[in-house]
């Protein structure tokens, strides 16, 4: 795509495959050390901790699809749905801004910046490995909601009535059987 020299260097991306151009990519490596004060010098550092790392972006959308990637990125920020960039880096994470600048200089499109935050996502490590019967006591909890309570007015009024014969009770259903495992078995 050629552009004006006036807007200097710049380079085409995807973010989620949609085209972008990006004239800047400002990354953030983070860390937060915890200090100690003393008594003469400086303070002592006695733990580092990594912080969520951040790239920053700007450049230029231009043509046809500029309106749709703009609507795409915004929908994908306000869901907070994870995207993919690959650019001179790449970057998977949450856009965490989104702004634009509609010039007059750039008929068919504008200028833009945003930031991207990563993220870590955490995924159960024993789920899978646990064996069908243990998988089959982890019953589902029901809310059954709110129950109505009897009114006490209703309640006198009951009394006056005859009683009808109580009903039978249907027996148990379906006991439900602990499962026995092997003696010597890692599940015992």
Excluded: C
């Excluded at 200090?35 to 959308?61: C, F, W, Y």
């Excluded at 634009?100 to 870590?120: C, K, P, Q, W």
């Excluded at 059954?144 to 009535?161: C, E, V």
Aim: proline share 6%; charged share 30%; net charge positive.
């Amino acid at each position: 795509m050629p552009y004006p020299e006036s807007w200097g260097w710049r380079s085409v991306a995807l973010i989620d495959g949609k085209y972008i151009t990006v004239q800047t990519e400002s990354l953030s490596f983070p860390v937060v050390a915890t200090e100690q004060p003393v008594e003469k010098g400086i303070n002592l550092v006695d733990h580092v901790q990594a912080q969520a790392r951040t790239v920053s972006l700007s450049g230029v959308m231009v043509g046809d699809e500029a309106a749709k990637t703009r609507a795409y990125l915004i929908t994908a920020k306000d869901k907070g749905q994870i995207v993919n960039y690959v650019g001179r880096n790449a970057f998977k994470g949450l856009i965490t801004s989104f702004s634009s600048d509609h010039e007059y200089t750039i008929a068919n499109g504008f200028t833009f910046s945003m930031e991207l935050l990563e993220v870590r996502t955490a995924k159960s490590s024993y789920v899978d490995t646990l064996p069908p019967p243990v998988k089959a006591q982890a019953a589902p909890i029901v809310n059954s909601g709110t129950k109505q309570t009897k009114d006490k007015s209703s309640t006198a009024k009951s009394k006056d009535k005859p009683k009808d014969k109580p009903k039978d009770k249907p027996k148990d259903k379906d006991k439900v059987e602990k499962v026995k495992f092997k003696s010597g078995s890692k599940w015992e």
